[in-house]
């Protein structure tokens, strides 16, 4: 509770405009990804229905035509955070918060502390999972911990440089569309 507290004083307080501006953004792509998720969950269930129906089970080689659901919801996910992203840019925003609402320049201590947050959560996540499925799949006993915690460090160090250069990216356009909106209300 403490660090949340002292996240929200580094950041300044919040523009009522901008938290407007931002939240109706938010919910487009929030609207995008609850349909994109309720169609996978109903494809899904037609696919068990009819596998129930046809008595052909879904983990068998009759049932590698059958999409996987996790390709869709990755790719409504994805979609969701893209147009989200791209309409914050167009709008020149950034943050609500007024401290880094009106930046010229890429606060690199934000961007590097939100990469290295990406990266800690992804290398965790990804080690972790990795540790539980083989623990299920292959047992206690033959958990590859070395290799599992590599990969967790590798996608930690991808994450973390993703999340550096899309964080500049981020604020780069968003610096350069309000500008550009800046300079045609001064015209």
């Given at each position: 509770?403490?660090?949340?507290?002292?996240?929200?004083?580094?950041?300044g307080?919040?523009?009522?405009?901008?938290?407007?501006?931002?939240?109706?953004?938010?919910?487009?792509?929030?609207?995008?990804l609850?349909?994109?998720?309720?169609?996978?969950?109903?494809?899904?269930?037609?696919?068990?229905?009819v596998?129930?129906?046809t008595?052909t089970?879904?983990?068998?080689?009759a049932g590698?035509?059958v999409?996987?659901l996790?390709?869709?919801?990755i790719l409504?996910l994805?979609?969701s955070g893209i147009v989200?992203?791209?309409?914050q840019?167009?709008?020149g925003?950034?943050?609500?918060?007024?401290?880094?609402?009106?930046?010229?320049?890429?606060?690199?201590?934000?961007?590097?502390?939100?990469?290295?947050a990406?990266?800690?959560?992804?290398g965790?996540?990804?080690?972790?999972?990795?540790?539980?499925?083989?623990?299920?799949?292959?047992?206690l006993?033959?958990?590859?911990w070395?290799?599992?915690i590599?990969?967790?460090?590798?996608?930690?160090?991808m994450?973390f440089?993703?999340?550096?250069?899309?964080?500049a990216?981020q604020?780069?356009?968003?610096i350069q569309?309000?500008?550009?909106?800046?300079?045609e209300?001064?015209?």
């Open positions: 509770m403490n660090l949340i507290k002292k996240w929200n004083e580094y950041l307080p919040k523009d009522e405009r901008l938290e407007a501006e931002s939240n109706r953004i938010m919910k487009t792509g929030y609207i995008i609850i349909v994109g998720c309720i169609l996978c969950i109903y494809y899904g269930l037609m696919a068990a229905q596998a129930d129906v008595d089970p879904l983990l068998t080689a590698e035509r999409i996987p996790y390709n869709p919801l409504f994805l979609i989200g992203l791209i309409q840019a167009r709008a925003l950034i943050s609500e918060r007024v401290r880094y609402a009106q930046v010229d320049r890429i606060p690199w201590d934000l961007v590097c502390w939100a990469a290295l990406c990266g800690a959560i992804v965790v996540l990804t080690a972790g999972f990795r540790i539980i499925a083989e623990i299920q799949i292959v047992g006993e033959n958990v590859m070395g290799g599992d590599a990969v967790g460090i590798v996608f930690f160090g994450a440089v993703l999340g550096l250069v899309l964080g990216a604020f780069r356009d968003a569309h309000r500008q550009q909106l800046e300079r209300l001064e015209e």
